[in-house]
T-cell receptor
Framework: EAQVTQNPRYLITVTGKKLTVTCSQN?????MSWYRQDPGLGLRQIYY???????DKGDVPEGYKVSRKEKRNFPLILESPSPNQTSLYFC?????????????FGPGTRLTVL | AQSVTQLDSQVPVFEEAPVELRCNYSSSVSVYLFWYVQYPNQGLQLLLKYLSGSTLVKGINGFEAEFNKSQTSFHLRKPSVHISDTAEYFCAVSVGYKLSFGAGTTVTVRA
């Protein structure tokens, strides 16, 4: 089944404790992206990747890191999480490099930073 | 940079009634336009998109949207809603590699 998977789905952590949220797609898509969803703000793009080893900042990259060493994986790293990073996070992938194609979204990761 | 404004944060509607969700965008360059839907506790899925050509775009589940370049709008419509259409709807615009979403419109369909 074609899908985007994220792990973990739920995470409660404390300020400053490094964490990684994994994202994997099995559709051989070029483009992958991370978003955070907050009430009243919709989804905001954190980082995106056009291909392996090619990443760039979205609208809200502060406090986050990403890497794209393999085509299928695009982990999101929070080196020192803070309470303002409490949010619902979505990973997405798309076949092409520019966003004319449909993006396929993962199920989301709900992160709480205490 | 592009931006998206969804003019209604909440839209209550009765079953079998029509619904319209309004979306305006701003951009200094040509954009691609999308509507996504998020059902409760799920990820987003594409309803429809406008890339070029006919300004009336038909999507899944009976939804359609009309692109109006002069008014920089991309409003979403459905002539008759069902209880299962209860969800949050997001308008989005893309330029190049970046995608910007509106704040979302919550549609609640009542019997």
């Amino acid at each position: 089944e074609a899908q985007v998977t994220q792990n973990p789905r739920y995470l409660i952590t404390v300020t400053g404790k490094k964490l990684t949220v994994t994202c994997s797609q099995n559709m051989n898509h070029e483009y992958m992206s991370w978003y955070r969803q907050d009430p009243g703000l919709g989804l905001r793009q954190i980082y995106y990747s056009m291909n392996v080893e090619v990443t760039d900042k979205g609208d809200v990259p502060e406090g986050y890191k990403v890497s794209r060493k393999e085509k299928r994986n695009f982990p999101l790293i929070l080196e020192s999480p803070s309470p303002n990073q409490t949010s619902l996070y979505f990973c997405a992938s798309s076949p092409g490099q520019v966003l004319t194609d449909t993006q396929y979204f993962g199920p989301g990761t709900r992160l709480t930073v205490l | 940079a592009q931006s998206v404004t969804q003019l209604d944060s909440q839209v209550p509607v009765f079953e079998e009634a029509p619904v319209e969700l309004r979306c305006n965008y701003s951009s200094s360059v040509s954009v691609y336009l999308f509507w996504y839907v998020q059902y409760p506790n799920q990820g987003l899925q594409l309803l429809l998109k406008y890339l070029s050509g006919s300004t009336l775009v038909k999507g899944i589940n009976g939804f359609e949207a009309e692109f109006n370049k002069s008014q920089t709008s991309f409003h979403l419509r459905k002539p008759s809603v069902h209880i299962s259409d209860t969800a949050e709807y997001f308008c989005a615009v893309s330029v190049g590699y970046k995608l910007s979403f509106g704040a979302g419109t919550t549609v609640t369909v009542r019997a």
